[in-house]
Structure formats: C-alpha cells, structure tokens
C-alpha cells in the first residue's frame, strides 16, 4: 500500500474526529438556529467569511468543515481503489463515502425540524462513518508498526482516560455547558478509538472484550446528546464502570500475552 493512501486515511480520521466535535459545539451552542428555514444559505454568509454574529460563524464553519472533510474521505477511497490497498482498507474507507451523502441529508434536516429522531440519526450515522474511518486508518498502518506494543499502549490509554469520561458525563460534577459536552465527546470518542483499534487487530476472548466495551462506549456517546434524569445519570456511570473493567481485563491480557511471546513485532502471534 502507497504511503499516500495511509496518510489520507489518517487525516481522514483527524478530520472526522474535529468535525463530530463541531458539530456537538454547533448544537450544544444553538447555532444551528441561525439558519432556521433558511439552509442552505442561512443568513446569506459566504462561507463565513462575513458572518451576521458568532452563531452564524460557527455554523458555517462547521459546514466548510464538513466540506473539506468530505473530500478528503472521497480521495482517500479513491487512492485505495486505485491503488494496491489491502480490500478491508478500500472497504471501510468506501463504507464511509457512501454514508457521507445521507449525512448531508440528516445534517440539513437537524437544521430545518430539529426533531429527536433526525439528531441521534445524524449522530449515529457520524459515528458509523468514524467507525469505518478508524477501521480503514488502523489496517491501513497497522503493517508499519509493532503491533502487540501499539495495541497494549491503546488498552492503557483506553483505561487511563476512562475515569476522566466518567468525571465529564452528563451533568455529574459539572453544569453539562457546550465546552464541556465537547470535552466529554472528545476523550470518549479517543476511547472509543483506541478500544476499536484492539478489537480490529485481536483475536479471540480480547477481540471480544475490547469490542463489547466500544460497544457500551458508542451507545454512551449517543445517547449523552440526549436529556435524561438521574436514573439515566446512573446508567451512563454504570456504563462507563463496565467499560473501564473490560478495558482493564484487555489491557491485562495484552501485557500477559506480550510477557509470554516474542516480542517481534508478529501481530498474530500475540492477538488473542
């Protein structure tokens, strides 16, 4: 595989991952009212460049976000297609191109009815598409690296940051505000990325292990753009618990696998 198509797939990633915490600024602030019935042209900007007030600016700039985002998703896939990519590569960076158009649509919906339903569709096809991208960047790269090392310092990442996710959930210890829903989203979605990045790249009981605990992270991520009392507090806790268990039983396992087997970089050997 070409050093361009891994590094597109990278900035793939990076890109997506500010343009989701955008997008939870955007609807955290209201911004988006600044638009109403009038998207796609909103208050008449130009790409933001002369915007009516900082609400204004901050919506248009998550568009030109979106934008720049889009198209680079759309070039990665097409130099993995042209390319010598591995097929799981051109398939999970494919899988997220074609997603991208209905996010559009959902992204312009959330605008014009701002209805329950059409905001966690938009946010859960948004993580669908990272889902893919981090799948696309991580077999894409994972080639170019000590894989048993890179996976065990995900795990521990993935547990270090945990308690922080948790300190950071809705309306917990603190007045849940835009800047902190985006710091709540940004150190979950790391989780969740560095747990997907094991799972991608084990075998047996951690493959399960790590993807069961992303799994509880990304219903935790959607359903933290939703309001809920503290019986839905308790749960994100209990969520969050049971996350940082699984994630410290992989990160176990990883380190015992790694003691008993040669430290050679051999993926397969030590993915269990």
């Known amino acids: 595989m070409d050093q361009r198509t891994r590094r597109l797939a990278g900035a793939s990633v990076a890109l997506t991952f500010v343009l989701v915490l955008l997008?939870?600024?955007?609807?955290?602030?209201?911004?988006?009212?600044?638009?109403?019935?009038?998207?796609?042209l909103c208050d008449?900007?130009?790409?933001?460049l002369?915007?009516?007030?900082?609400?204004?600016?901050?919506?248009?700039?998550?568009?030109?976000?979106?934008?720049?985002?889009?198209?680079?998703?759309i070039g990665a896939t097409l130099s993995a297609w042209r390319g010598d990519a591995d097929r799981r590569v051109t398939g999970a960076l494919a899988g997220a191109t074609l997603i991208l158009p209905s996010q559009v649509i959902l992204g312009a919906?959330?605008?014009?009815?701002?209805?329950?339903?059409?905001?966690?569709?938009?946010?859960?096809?948004?993580?669908?598409?990272?889902?893919?991208?981090?799948?696309?960047?991580?077999?894409?790269?994972?080639?170019?690296?000590?894989?048993?090392?890179?996976?065990?310092?995900?795990?521990?990442?993935?547990?270090?940051?945990?308690?922080?996710?948790?300190?950071l959930s809705?309306?917990?210890?603190?007045?849940?505000?835009?800047?902190?829903?985006?710091?709540?989203?940004?150190?979950?979605?790391?989780?969740?990325?560095a747990l997907l990045a094991?799972?991608?790249?084990?075998?047996?009981?951690?493959?399960?292990?790590?993807g069961a605990s992303?799994?509880?992270?990304f219903v935790e991520l959607v359903a933290g753009r939703q309001s809920y009392g503290a019986t839905g507090e308790l749960l994100m806790l209990a969520g969050a618990l049971a996350a940082f268990v699984l994630g410290g039983v992989v990160a176990w396992r990883l380190r015992t696998d790694r003691d008993t087997t040669a430290p050679a970089g051999d993926g397969a050997a030590s993915g269990d």
């Open 23 to 40: 997008g939870v600024y955007t609807a955290a602030a209201g911004a988006g009212l600044t638009c109403a019935q009038r998207w796609p």
């Open 44 to 48: 008449g900007a130009v790409f933001g």
């Open 50 to 73: 002369f915007p009516a007030d900082v609400p204004s600016f901050v919506e248009w700039f998550h568009r030109l976000w979106a934008m720049i985002t889009g198209f680079v998703v």
């Open 109 to 167: 919906l959330t605008v014009t009815r701002y209805e329950l339903l059409i905001l966690v569709a938009h946010f859960v096809t948004a993580f669908a598409i990272l889902t893919l991208l981090v799948a696309g960047a991580v077999w894409a790269y994972e080639s170019r690296v000590d894989l048993p090392t890179r996976r065990h310092q995900a795990a521990l990442l993935a547990v270090g940051l945990l308690p922080v996710y948790a300190a």
């Open 170 to 193: 809705p309306r917990l210890l603190l007045v849940y505000s835009p800047g902190v829903q985006v710091a709540f989203y940004a150190v979950g979605m790391a989780v969740y990325a």
């Open 198 to 210: 094991v799972a991608l790249t084990s075998r047996g009981a951690v493959r399960a292990l790590a």
């Open 214 to 217: 992303a799994a509880v992270l």
